[in-house]
């Protein structure tokens, strides 16, 4: 973080400074335990924990001073709410930056789009992007105060569970490239549309300057349309974009190999992760490093080291016994849980098993998109598929007579674990809700 003294982060918050004004904190956490050395404690006050009752403990561990909501009896600045005045900090270092602000934004493959651009920029200058998915008003604002004097590039993912929530994720950002991967059907159910969604997620174009340049999918209708919504300039990827994908092969271990072409320049592709999908994300970092002038030749030698970064992404394990595990419990819906299927299928392994958890903020959508994965499944030639929970259960439906509903992550271990042989591959995948990684644990400790 850009060194920046008490008194100037209450000027920027709209707070008060109890304490020495002076003093300079060089770095903003939120998890006492997470304390160093010139640290700003931001005591949030949660449902179930309040950051304020560690305010004593976090002074001790070495901070500075406590970003507080109420006077402590301990160095702080207090201010009408933290995570307003972490935006507004945010907003304070982000002009203190020359770096390079990359937004990203999508229905689904933010996280390793994110993963995959900041490896690719890491060999062109420091870097900093988000742990996981920090995409929120929490998130964002944090890691662009992780940005020092030094930063080149600053990778930056923005969700939304509404209207108005990107374009406020800008406000603290600024970013000069803007991202658009793709518009699906997560979150359906509180958008009401995938129009809603796309005039959401078009926001971040539209936060865009003139200089700045706004990275689209070609091949997705309703983000090629955002070109319309910004006075930045425009580059797309896509099988007819400005960075052209070529056809994708799937190796035998369902890692992907493609071509990528830009001006006349064509060159071959590799990114060592499972499925089909990880060329159209490569496509995509690929388009936002050249945005940030970034050469095709620094950027496909890159991609070819770029292992999964994130956990609970297609995470692959091997047993002892030769039973392979994906992991893809993260998240879910249904454009990426095909995917992960899909991805599964392409490995050629005789027994392949899914075990699935329901999908989300899908509405009215839900019961048909359900018994779509259950039938993609069977198609793919998936031998068994385990739906957890009643949520599921359209899942199984869908699978036919491969098909069955467990009621809990308990049950589906116990009735995998009596039946699983070497080398077969189970997927397991829902939405974070689901907690569907217990599964993938449990396998993997037997």
Known sequence: MIPIDLDRVAEVTGGSVHGDGSLVVSSVVIDSRAVEA???FAALAGERV??????????????????????????????????????????????RTSASVIGLTGSQGKTSVKDLLAHILEASGPTIAPPGSLNNELGVPLTVLRADVDTKF????????????????????????????????????????????????GELVEALTAEGVAVLNADDPLVSAMAARTSARVLTFGT?????????????????????????????????????????NAAAAASAAIAVGVGLEVIVARLWSATAASPMRMEHHVRGDGVIVINDAYNANPESMAAALRAVASLGKARTIAVLGEMLELGDASRDAHLAMGRLAADLGFVRVIAVGAGAAAIAEGAGEIGETVEDVDTAVEVLSASLRADDVVLVKASRGGRLERVAHALLAH
């Open 240 to 280: 007819e974009g400005d960075v052209a994908l070529g056809p994708v092969s799937l190796d035998e271990d369902g890692q992907p190999h493609f071509t990528l072409t830009f001006e006349g320049t064509t060159v071959d592709a590799h990114v060592p992760q499972i499925g089909e999908h990880h060329a159209v």
């Open 154 to 201: 600053l990778v930056i993912e923005m969700g939304a569970r509404g209207v108005g929530h990107i374009a406020e994720l800008c406000r603290i950002a600024s970013p000069d490239v803007g991202v658009v991967l793709n518009v699906g059907s997560a979150h359906v159910g509180e958008f009401g549309s995938s129009e809603v969604i796309a005039q959401a997620k």
């Open 38 to 40: 010139g640290t700003l």
């Open 50 to 95: 309040d950051g304020h009752e560690f305010a004593g403990a976090a002074i001790k561990s070495g901070a500075v001073a406590v970003l507080a909501s109420r006077q402590l009896d301990v160095p702080c600045v207090v201010v009408p709410d933290v995570t307003a005045a972490l935006a507004a900090l945010a907003r304070e270092i982000r002009t």
